[in-house]
């Protein structure tokens, strides 16, 4: 995909609904009923990433993340910014990629590196304070 820059507005508002489409999927496949989106708190990195902070009909909050990366979720018990919330996400994936690569299936263990390599970049977004200003 080409960089925000060569996007036009037309096609960087059909990324995120095609990232926010995603991410409503994702929950209702684990169960999760979603009621509506905190779009004051939720943050967008066209095309790499974006971050929804979306509440569920039972009224838990969840965090999603889509775009260029695995499609997750985690629920936090205390408000946190979106940059907190991408740095969970980092953490999560280095300790669930840890698991996997004791795992015999060498799908596993390629999933894992995945992890590892998008863990690792997440954190790069985390660590870059201008693009939290």
């Not at 979106?82 to 953490?91: E, P, T």
């Amino acid at each position: 995909m080409t960089d925000k820059q060569e996007m036009t507005q037309e096609q960087q508002q059909a990324w995120l609904r095609e990232q926010y489409l995603k991410a409503t999927k994702y929950l209702a496949n684990k169960g999760l009923v979603t009621e509506s989106v905190a779009d004051t708190e939720s943050r967008y990195l066209i095309p790499i990433m974006a971050v929804w902070k979306i509440n569920l009909l039972d009224k838990t909050k969840v965090w999603v993340i889509s775009g260029d990366l695995p499609t997750d979720h985690i629920v936090l018990e205390k408000e946190e910014p979106a940059r907190n919330v991408i740095r969970h996400f980092s953490f999560k994936w280095q300790a669930q990629a840890d698991n996997l690569l004791r795992s015999e299936d060498q799908e596993q263990v390629s999933y894992a590196k995945l992890l590892i390599t998008k863990a690792e970049g997440l954190y790069q977004l985390y660590d870059k304070d201008e693009l939290w200003k």
